[in-house]
């Protein structure tokens, strides 16, 4: 189990950021201009930098949460996959 530091900001952890970004993607059911979606990011905290929401989209984009695609950002979507057997 990882245990925080007693002194962590949560506000600014990767996982809670990205978290909200994943939330301002879903209100769009398109692609977004990353600058729209960086400004409504760093207007929720003023802790928040321009370098957290590049970590952020990093770290979602290499999980494949989202597409970029021309400045522009989108979730990715989501089919449900069948394991078909251990190494399937």
């Known amino acids: 189990m990882i245990l925080p530091h ?3 900001d949560f506000s600014t952890n990767i996982l809670v950021v990205a978290t909200d970004i994943l939330n301002e993607l879903k209100q769009h059911n398109k692609k977004v201009l990353l600058e729209k979606v ?3 990011f760093l207007d929720k905290d003023i802790k928040r930098t321009p ?6 989209l990093v770290f979602l984009y290499s999980f494949g ?3 970029y695609d021309n400045y522009k950002v ?11 057997n251990l190494f399937g």
Do not use: A, G, H, W
Request: avoid cysteine.
């Open 51 to 56: 370098d957290l929401f590049i970590k952020s």
């Open 65 to 67: 949460l989202i597409e």
């Open 38 to 40: 960086m400004q409504s």
């Open 6 to 8: 007693p002194e962590t």
């Open 74 to 84: 989108k979730l990715t979507p989501r089919t449900p996959k069948q394991q078909m």
